[in-house]
């Protein structure tokens, strides 16, 4: 997982990797050994990398289109470098990344998450983006 978009990730489970935003906070003792913070800030205050600004939150917009670009169904892991249901990602935001899982409905999108309320969150954002997610959020 060198870039934010990688070809393939070392997560062994799921490859790609697609991250609209990318950094975090801790939430739980489960983050104590986050590679992804590990990882990012080891960047942090390199010029013109992609992490420069180490784990600090930050959207990406322009990644939202790169699944409709892969004509091969895929398994993608969304967010591997963050957690899509960060309180502090704008609602908006989550809805636009729901919209483009939608729109690019061949392949599948994993997304984990250690927030609590995130189950609601991903239910109204697939609603809003009018897909049918019941039974699928766990
Ligand atoms: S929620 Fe996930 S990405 Fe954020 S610090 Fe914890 S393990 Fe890392």
Redesign the pocket.
């Known amino acids: 997982m060198i870039t934010s978009v990688a070809d393939r990730s070392r997560i062994e489970w799921t490859t790609p990797t697609l991250n609209p935003v990318t950094g975090?906070?801790?939430?739980?003792p489960?983050?104590a050994h986050?590679y992804?913070?590990t990882f990012a800030e080891r960047f942090r205050g390199v010029p013109g990398h992609g992490y420069e600004q180490g784990f600090d939150l930050k959207l990406w917009p322009d990644r939202l289109a790169i699944p409709l670009r892969w004509k091969q169904p895929r398994l993608i892991f969304v967010n591997s470098?963050?957690?899509l249901f960060?309180e502090r990602i704008p609602f908006d935001f989550v809805c636009d990344v729901f919209r483009t899982m939608k729109q690019a409905d061949w392949h599948t999108f994993q997304i984990?998450?250690?927030?609590g309320r995130a189950s609601c969150g991903a239910r109204a954002a697939a609603g809003l983006a009018g897909q049918r997610v019941d039974g699928r959020i766990h």
């Open positions: 975090s906070d801790r939430v739980s489960g983050c986050c992804a913070l470098m963050s957690d960060h984990l998450t250690k927030r």
